[in-house]
């Protein structure tokens, strides 16, 4: 990877000699607080003009720079879930000249990632992973033979909602490795966390029968230093002291045969550091419960909507001021935001509509039917596998639930599309935010697979607008009465293109596409909103003296067969183009026709290739993969060209 380093951003003095945690160790506890001071400031400066998560990673801190200082990593393995709040841990290990191309087309990742550094030693991008992961790792050690290992998962207290982490917890409670795994609570995912553990944990940190017993536990740690081999003894004390409390809080993790300690203030580096060196000396799955405040440190983000500072975009970092471009011309709506009205709009005439989403309510702006049927829209906490199941539910008592998950975080929940929707043929909508190359979040957002998955299920419609008002039909027609079977509408993150979009509902046959332009030379199918790369194509081939013809499909599954038939009687050329894996999608389901028929025709297909896409803006990503209107045209007359030769031969 080439990177420019420096541009420009100063590093504090401390900070600036920090170049791997090896130099966080002699380091004074004065000099700790000073470069937790700069590393957060390193950090405002960079975000607020290069833009990326921010609340996360100025939330830990004091909980990175401890872990680096009393771990010796990358020796000790180091597992961060989500990996938004690494952006710290990254600039200590050995990437602070480089930060500034942190999710930069061709720079950093704007998550740990393996092939980047031996510090990322497990890339994550999908929350509730890093308890297994580290699980893991714990258990290969101790196969080794390397006993001296230590293993930390820091993870979020929004992920800990997810099944994965509960079963990473269950294993890892039969097991008697070497693992700690660090509870960060902060109360908040992207948006405020929800559910009954958000209210156990806030029990804990509340409770005065807890934090007397607390008090008395962290003595007892505070003498570990100096009872060298007694340390078992010590911390055998400690948990039965635990254990006869009327503690009743601690029992959820006890149960698991976990060591639980904490909470601790998650801002208070010295006393971070005191504990860590503490739990080093104590054997076994523990877990420490910190509390830290998303965006500590910059008072705007503390005082301000947590939600809108997790990833802000370009601000003003003295005033707090977010920076906006204000077009002059009114400017098409974000697909999230016409599902959002759109869902309001029908649910207030279709009394069944329910709306779910998987900690995703602001991303997928289910957060207007929350706010306007608070009874009628449910976040389900980070929990895709559950999302699904329980819209399925919904759906075996007459309801239509509406499940509003992100196209990449679909795939978590695959079996139960399958095996609780599928299968019993339910009346679900899934709603698939952010099709296509999402940007600078890269390949674990990316939505590239779902043409390809959905369409392989039976009794599953699969569909994707290629704008805002067939958006707003297809959600329309999806919740009628006589299209009750499983219904998937997919759908790009960001704008769309019409700015008069709240047209009357109409109903679309499934399974009917409609041909956009006529053309004698080639015939382009497309599916959803990349057609509108290829309608800005097409104007670019007729100054070729092209006249190609463009169907909107619209459906993957079932095909307009009837469509089809006419485009390949009528043409001996034809382009697929979809925003999706090249391999099992859209095209391929086109070929397939082709086949069955007997059709004989030469095509192309363009797609996403058969690998994973790094990050960058969305412009960047779709002329690297062919799929922006200039590369959609030249590959449309490279196609025709050889196709002529081919002929002439």
């Known amino acids: 990877m080439q990177i420019v380093k420096g541009d420009g951003f100063v590093p504090g003095p401390l900070l600036a000699r920090v170049n791997s945690p090896a130099d966080l160790k002699n380091l004074t506890e004065l000099e700790i607080e000073q470069l937790c001071n700069e590393l957060r400031q390193y950090i405002i400066d960079l975000v607020s003009v290069k833009g990326g998560h921010f609340g996360a990673s100025l939330g830990v801190v004091e909980l990175t720079v401890a872990l680096h200082h009393v771990f010796n990593t990358p020796v000790d393995q180091l597992v961060w879930d ?37 510090y990322d030693t497990f890339g994550v991008g999908h ?11 714990a258990v290969a050690s101790d196969y080794l033979n390397q006993k001296d290992k230590h293993h930390i998962a820091v993870i979020g207290d929004g992920a800990m909602t997810a099944g994965l982490a509960f079963e990473g917890l269950n294993h890892a409670g039969s097991l008697h ?61 400690v948990q039965l002291a635990l254990k006869t409390s009327l503690l009743k809080q601690s029992n959820m993790f006890e149960s698991l045969k976990f060591r639980y300690f904490g909470p601790i203030d998650g801002h208070d580096v010295t006393r971070l550091v005191q504990v860590m060196k503490d739990l080093k000396d104590i054997p076994g799955p523990k877990i420490l419960h910190v509390l830290t405040k998303k965006g500590k440190g910059y008072k705007f983000s503390e005082e301000g909507n947590e939600t809108i500072w997790h990833a802000p975009g370009l601000f003003n970092k003295d005033t707090g001021e977010i920076v906006k471009v204000t077009p002059k011309e009114p400017q098409p709506p974000k697909y999230q935001d016409v599902f959002g009205y759109t869902i309001v709009e029908l649910a207030e005439q279709n009394k069944k509509i329910m709306g779910i989403t998987p900690a995703m309510p602001s991303g997928s702006s289910l957060n207007i039917m929350m706010k306007a049927m608070p009874h009628r829209a449910f976040d389900v906490g980070i929990a895709e596998q559950h999302a699904v199941t329980f819209s399925a539910g919904l759906a075996t008592q007459g309801l239509i639930p509406f499940c509003n998950i992100y196209s990449s975080f679909m795939q978590r929940a695959y079996d139960q599309v399958i095996h609780d929707v599928a299968l019993q043929n339910l009346h679900v909508i899934f709603c698939l935010d952010r099709g296509g190359l999402v940007g600078a979040d890269g390949p674990t957002h990316h939505g590239t697979f779902d043409l390809a998955f959905f369409r392989c299920i039976p009794n599953m419609v699969v569909a994707s607008p290629m704008n805002e008002q067939e958006l707003r039909n297809m959600m329309y027609t999806a919740q009628l009465e ?21 047209t009357p509902f109409e109903e679309i046959q499934i399974g009917k596409g409609r041909k956009v332009k006529d053309g004698k030379d080639v015939a382009i199918l497309t599916i959803g909103h990349i057609g509108n790369n290829v309608t800005k194509a097409i104007q670019q081939l007729a100054d070729n003296k092209i006249d190609a013809a463009h169907y909107d499909m619209r459906f993957v599954k079932p095909l307009d067969e009837e469509l089809l038939h006419q485009v390949f009687a009528s043409h001996k050329k034809v382009i697929t183009v979809e925003d999706g894996c090249i391999q099992g999608g859209f095209g391929s389901a086109v070929l397939e026709f082709m086949a069955d028929n007997s059709y004989n025709a030469q095509v192309k297909r363009l797609g996403v290739p058969d690998e994973f896409i790094e990050h960058g803006e969305p412009s960047e990503l779709y002329e690297e993969v062919g799929l922006s209107p200039k590369r959609i045209a030249e590959e449309t007359i490279q196609f025709l060209s050889a196709t002529k030769k081919i002929m002439a031969g």
């Open 177 to 237: 490795t070497n693992l700690l795994v660090v509870l960060n609570d902060n109360c908040m995912s992207i948006d405020p966390n929800v559910g009954a553990l958000k209210e156990y944990l806030t029990d804990i940190t509340t409770s005065h029968t807890y934090n007397n017993v607390k008090d008395e536990v962290w003595k007892q740690l505070g003498k570990l230093s100096n009872f060298g081999n007694n340390a078992r003894q010590i911390v055998s004390k």
């Open 82 to 118: 989500v990996g938004h709040q690494a952006y710290g841990h990254k600039i200590l290990t050995g990437r602070r000249d480089n930060f500034h191309t942190n999710r930069k087309y061709k720079g950093l990742s704007g998550f740990p990632k393996r092939s980047e550094s031996e």
């Open 482 to 502: 006589k299209n009750a079977v499983p219904f998937s509408i997919r759908y790009p993150r960001g704008n769309g293109v019409m700015v008069e979009w709240k």
């Open 127 to 137: 929350s509730s992973t890093s308890i297994s992961a580290a699980l893991g790792m």
